[in-house]
């Protein structure tokens, strides 16, 4: 009999999506239900541990919400015989601990930043976990310096919350260590987007357990692990999120109403639900729409299309979808070369749009001057929470293009011209 054990990634018990639809309830499509649907499935395929890589909950202050739902979890698998077992990561350094003493059925490993391990057994299978948890939001060391891991008969793998290949105070380590570890898989917390983890050595990132944020686009949930004869036999990717994020691009050239606009829409979204797959569908979608290609609408059309977090259709198995952002990126059908031909401001635009399409002096002058503005804005403190601007120079031609081109569809409307 093999043994088959479910691995969490990054939970965030506490934290509240964004950009919910009006009606949304944070609680039935976040990280606390997420985790229910997990607890849910293990119990469904009788597994024989559940483990989780760090930042189960977001942040001290969610100690209260992140015990109630994680307390009633461990409970249940506990009490069907299944394990459950954690290592801290940067976000519940000191908060999961005091909640592991709280639950008591969870088992923390490697508190106090030093590595330990424990048996997990199934059927006829044994596999030895090695964990190493961190003790607060930073930590410098690096966790697999200098390490030697006494291996067994029993497979071994290592349950760690890192920054693989990266330099930061979040327990360093480099894809070298992990694969020279001799250990014969690693399962990684604190990047949310998940690695391809293929057998028979898994190594990566779990990702988080549902999409936190319109930026954690794709399919989220946990891995089913299956050990048989002695190795890795299958890595599952068991999609289960009650909120999914997608991003979905829509062609507008040819379209000259807003009506077909609609349409076309509603025909994406319907082409994109009927290919929803998983262990279980999500209950509500949010989709960022970005509208592409040459169109006669005009911007405002295409940007009031929708407003944000509003329900625009419903899938098959009642899944809303909702919008959670609309960007358009359509380049009006301008004639500029012959507004170019004008002495006004709208030519000087068309001109300088010309420029930008081209190559040239001219055309490094306006993104230089543009980079040097941008750049004090970028480093003013008043914006540092913010996501940085992208200064690189094919992306900020191609910025400065789409809002010239705004700008001179705007005039032109104001001169009631269509070309």
């Not at 024989?48 to 994680?70: K, P, Q, S």
């Not at 359509?330 to 081209?358: H, K, M, S, T």
Request: aromatic share 6%; charged share 25%.
């Amino acid at each position: 009999m093999a043994l088959k054990l479910l691995a969490l990634g990054d939970i965030h018990l506490g934290r509240r999506p964004g950009s919910l639809p009006a009606d949304g309830d944070p609680r039935r499509l976040g990280p606390s239900e997420a985790w229910r649907r997990a607890v849910e499935a293990a119990l469904e395929a009788s597994v024989h541990a559940v483990v989780l890589a760090g930042d189960v909950v977001e942040r001290e202050d969610d100690f209260f919400e992140a015990y109630r739902a994680l307390a009633a979890g461990v409970e249940r698998l506990v009490g069907a015989g299944i394990a459950v077992v954690a290592v801290a990561g940067n976000h519940d350094g000191k908060v999961l601990p005091r909640l592991a003493d709280e639950i008591g059925a969870l088992r923390l490993l490697g508190r106090g930043e030093r590595w330990e391990s424990c048996l997990l057994e199934g059927g006829a299978e044994r596999v030895r976990l090695w964990g190493w948890s961190m003790a607060g939001p930073l930590c410098q060391t690096h966790p697999l310096e200098g390490v030697s891991f006494p291996l067994g008969e029993e497979l071994t793998l290592g349950l760690l919350h890192t920054d693989r290949d990266g330099s930061g105070p979040y327990a360093p380590t480099s894809t070298g260590e992990l694969e020279g570890s001799g250990l014969d898989g690693w399962l990684l917390g604190h990047i949310h987007r998940p690695d391809p983890l293929v057998p028979p050595r898994p190594m990566g990132y779990l990702g988080s357990l549902c999409g936190l944020d319109r930026s954690e686009t794709g399919p989220r949930g946990p891995w089913l692990v299956v050990v048989d004869g002695g190795r890795v036999t299958a890595v599952d990717h068991w999609v289960l999120a009650p909120l999914r994020w997608e991003r979905l691009e829509l062609d507008l050239t040819g379209l000259t109403e807003v009506g077909a606009l609609r349409e076309a829409l509603l025909g994406e979204l319907r082409r994109f639900d009927r290919s929803l797959a998983g262990f279980r569908l999500p209950e509500a979608v949010g989709v960022q729409v970005l509208f592409r290609g040459r169109s006669a609408l005009p911007s405002s059309a295409l940007a009031g299309l929708a407003e944000r977090g509003e329900i625009v259709h419903e899938g098959k198995a009642g899944t809303a979808y909702f919008v959670a952002s609309l960007d358009v990126a359509v380049e009006p059908l301008l004639d500029l070369r012959r507004w170019a031909g004008r002495v006004d401001p709208p030519g000087l635009l068309a001109r300088r749009l010309l420029a930008l399409d081209g190559e040239g002096p001219e055309r490094d002058r306006l993104v230089a001057v543009a980079r040097e503005v941008l750049e004090a804005v970028d480093g003013d403190e008043r914006w540092a929470r913010l996501e940085p601007l992208g200064l690189d120079g094919a992306g900020l031609r191609e910025e400065l293009r789409r809002q010239g081109l705004a700008l001179l569809e705007a005039l032109a409307a104001q001169e009631g011209e269509e070309g």
